[in-house]
């Protein structure tokens, strides 16, 4: 059934999609703003809470923490453990992780950032449409929940590559399947991505098409753009994955990074003469570890890739906001996940499907009721402190090495090895530093980071995997496709 309302005034939407940050942690507070209607933090006794296999309760409790030195584990089999028995794992599943954690450090994943801690996305869900029950599309890591976002689909994978004792490398990068770009190609609609470094949607195999890889643009040109009031029907921003300016809001990266680049895009799009028929998405892809209190509901299997995960529930809910002047501020408590923004945009310009979940799910125009005319009293800019962008340890900055990042190298090396094989000669693939120059970047610090080229590398892997990219289209023509689906 058509969701839309009989007058859909927006014709540019923005989707700008973060990382990692549940909806607890996160928005939970605006239940201070939103009282008796957003589900979040409780506003009288008692709190949330999880225990240890010892019995010891952590509570949820307000945290003012820009740092976490641990990251949380968010791979499938630990999700699932975290959102056991009523989302009763996120401690038990940390301990796991780290045995030598202080209760202090166990703790950080049970916090939350109190309202108006968070300037963007605080002052956003004050002004704006705050999505309480938008959960991720599967209980696992970024880039699974990306592939969902773009196309309805993963394929099956619900992991990170992690090297080359990853038993389905090949498989992994595998994503042949049809996405929203395909779609709106299909309808004549154009579209852009915005990156900074790397892109991430390059692993989806049609974006590596040179039709496709035209429609890319540095971040740059996106402020360029919107100042010009020349932004296609759909963008999508991708943030910046390395570096120490890394602002995907991945920890042990300063949260207030992310806050200033939502910030950023806002202040843009305020001002510019398309903001009156645009609609930002601010989302994030996964919770990363970080507790939520609502156990995510069942969900619909996008397609026959089963055998690494049965797709049937949703992963923890996280931050979502709709943002546009037809929008009138307030909570939106119907049932989301990445799916029902492709659902909005296959319906809005009545594109072809793209999978069963995609089907099913529910269209964010259910969320989305439309004022009689744009409102005059949003918020004109956002404001980020430039002293809280100074990292409180530039250490973990510095000597960062995630899984994103490792998935990233991967990726590159899986594109390397088959030009190689399609018979070119290539160099080797950089990698993000490690062993003793990343230890003593850490314990050090000083000497250390005279040691350290971790910002070279960053720039080195971003150059490498760019040209990888660039040469990867004829050999994605070239060689066959794989049909089997991933164990």
Known sequence: MNTLPSADPIEHVVLLMLENRSF???????SSVYPNDLDGIPQTPPPYFNKDASGTVYEQLPTGELQMALDPDHDNGPVL????????????????????????QRRQIMGYYEFPSLPALHTLGDNFVVCDRWFSSLPGPTWPNRFFALSGTSRGQVKMP?????????????????????????????????HYDMACSWVLVHQRRLENLARYKTMGFFFDDVANGVLPPFTFLEPKYNG????????????????????????????????????????????????????????????????????????????????????????????FDHTSLLKYLIEKWGLKSLTKRVDAAASIAD???????????????????????YAPMPELEAFDKSPHHVAFGEFGDYLARRRAD???????????QAGLRQWMGRTLMGWGRALSTAQEDSAARTVALQREVGAAQAIDEQLPPRATAPK
């Open 24 to 30: 607890d942690q996160t928005l939970g507070s605006l």
């Open 81 to 104: 453990e975290q959102i056991a028995g009523g989302n009763q794992g996120f401690i038990k599943d940390f301990i796991r992780k780290y045995p030598r954690s202080t209760p202090a």
């Open 162 to 194: 992690d090297g080359i004792w990853h038993p389905d490398i090949d498989g992994f990068f595998n994503q042949t399947q049809d996405t929203i770009f395909d779609r709106l190609n299909e309808a004549g609609k154009e579209w852009t991505i915005y």
């Open 367 to 389: 969320a989305m009721h439309f004022l009689p005319a744009p409102r005059r009293d949003t918020v004109r800019s956002i404001r980020v402190r430039t002293s809280d962008l």
């Open 422 to 432: 399609a018979g070119g000669t290539v160099p080797p693939f950089p990698k993000p």
């Open 244 to 335: 120490q300016d890394q602002n995907d809001d991945h920890p042990p990266h300063n949260i207030m990074k992310g806050e200033k680049l939502i910030a950023d895009v806002y202040n843009a799009l305020r001002t510019s003469p398309q903001w009156e028929k645009t609609l930002l998405v601010v989302l994030f892809d996964e919770h990363g570890g970080f507790y939520d209190h609502v156990t995510p509901p069942k969900a619909v299997p996008p397609d026959e890739f089963v055998g690494q995960y049965a797709f049937n529930q949703f992963g923890v809910r996280v931050p979502a906001i709709l943002v546009s002047p037809w929008l009138a501020r307030g909570v939106a408590h119907n049932e």
